[in-house]
């Protein structure tokens, strides 16, 4: 699993961390995913997983950062606001103390294809990846995590399946891969566990 090892061209500009406010229900969030363990790191030290909520109006968004997920809680030093991306020169700009997460382009095109949503997890589980595995919305097995292609298999799905209205989607090329989203964390967290 190669989890975690960034595969677009990335704009960093180190800057001060986000305001707390808008980090509550991040922070929140991240650490029940990690103790369910759908945020963590493998044995051989690769992190996996992510989070994100929607930051204005212009389309930026906070993310959790790049080769966080073998921390239990994560400070407001490990997340950073991405400003742009260009999912057709599979770059990214991103403001903050820290690189945007390796799956930034996934959680990008969520927010840019429906504006009603506001809060994005990309989680492992190996059992829910095998049960829902073309059961819902699935990317090809050919599109790789972090890349234009996966962004691409995603805005896909939600334009041609009912992604957009059950709010799942497991990764075929990317093992135990799932995406979750909702209006809010809150709500994206509910599609997780009812089909846990």
């Not at 044995?43 to 204005?56: H, K, M, T």
């Amino acid at each position: 699993m190669d989890e975690g090892y960034i595969k677009f061209q990335v704009n960093w500009t180190p800057g001060p961390a986000l305001p707390p406010a808008a980090l509550h229900d991040l922070q929140l969030w991240r650490s029940v995913l990690y103790q369910r363990k759908l945020i963590g790191v493998y044995d051989n030290g690769v992190g996996y997983g992510n989070i994100s909520r929607r930051y204005d109006a212009a389309g930026q968004f906070i993310i959790s950062g790049s080769a966080t997920g073998h921390l239990p809680m994560l400070s407001e030093a490990h997340f950073t606001c991405v400003t742009q991306v260009d999912i057709a020169h599979n770059t990214v700009w991103c403001e903050g103390p820290i690189v945007a997460s390796s799956e930034t382009m996934s959680h990008a095109v969520i927010y840019q294809t429906c504006p009603e949503i506001n809060g994005v997890m990309h989680v492992h589980h190996a059992e829910l990846w095998k049960t829902l595995l073309h059961q819902v919305p699935t990317t090809p097995a050919a599109a790789a995590y972090g890349t234009p292609e996966m962004a691409h298999s995603v805005a896909n799905l939600l334009k041609k399946s009912n992604l957009r209205d059950i709010r799942i989607l497991v990764m075929e090329g990317h093992p135990e891969g799932v995406f979750t989203f909702g209006e809010s964390l809150a709500k994206a967290g509910e599609v997780l566990f009812r089909f846990l």
